[in-house]
């Protein structure tokens, strides 16, 4: 008997990565693509700032396709939910019955994600509900997931944790109340290895920018693959 077909919403950080190797070892879907979108006038990962070609790499080193949807900017509400809705359509007619998302805890944008995709035909899955947050964390580092922070929401977190590695000295250094997995908007990631990949991303740390209230680490492809810390000071 086939699986059921399921896109997984990518949006290059650890949780979605995370996501990803979890549906994987439950056997339960056929992980056909992974979908994220992207700001047009910057060409970047929305809110994580990630460079398309890194994220074009991930899918890669996954060894599957990435649907790419395309967002104005700025992009309202209803042109989001136009886009995005004609998206969802396409997949149900395509065979795609699941859409999988990493959310943890927030418990809105679950339920915004299954008002948007009620009656569409398409189901949506989250893999990671409920975790226990820092234990998942320990998880993701401890089964070889690496990431740097390529986001930083400076309202929550001191800027210069943007473009510092995620691993267990960070965890040690967050500030009080700082969710682990950033699942609050504190911070956002980008995964460069782990079990979900076939290889790593070969990326190194360039210019450290504050822009529209967030600070961002602008993650560069490394064509020599050399480790991409320390993070370079902020301009």
């Known amino acids: 008997m086939s699986r059921p077909k399921l896109l997984l919403s990518w949006s290059s950080g650890k949780d979605s990565a995370w996501a990803l190797h979890v549906l994987r070892s439950q056997f339960e879907f056929d992980v056909v693509g992974l979908f994220t979108t992207y700001n047009v006038a910057f060409d970047r990962v929305a809110m994580h700032g990630v460079r398309r070609e890194l994220t074009h790499t991930q899918a890669r080193h996954a060894g599957l396709a990435l649907r790419w949807i395309a967002l104005p900017h700025p992009c309202s509400n209803a042109e989001y939910e136009r886009i995005m809705g004609g998206f969802v359509a396409a997949l149900r007619s395509e065979g795609v019955s699941h859409m999988a998302f990493g959310d943890l805890f927030l418990a809105d944008i679950r339920a915004y994600r299954e008002r948007a995709l009620a009656g569409t035909g398409i189901t949506p899955v989250f893999p990671l509900w409920g975790a226990d947050t820092w234990a998942l964390a320990r998880e993701m580092t401890s089964a070889g997931l690496r990431a740097v922070l390529a986001t930083v ?54 210019t450290v920018v504050e822009r529209d209230g967030f600070v961002f680490a602008d993650l560069l492809y490394d064509a020599e693959g050399g480790e991409p810390w320390p993070r370079p000071p902020i301009e």
């Not at 309202?155 to 000295?169: C, I, K, T, Y």
């Not at 009080?176 to 079990?195: I, K, M, R, S």
Request: charged share 25%; with cysteine.
């Open 153 to 206: 929401d400076p309202r929550h977190l001191p800027r210069e944790f943007a473009g510092q590695v995620f691993d267990e000295s960070l965890l040690q250094r967050l500030p009080a109340g700082v969710d682990p997995c950033g699942e609050n908007g504190e911070f956002h990631t980008f995964c460069h290895a782990g079990p979900m990949f076939d290889r790593p991303v070969p990326v190194r740390a360039g």
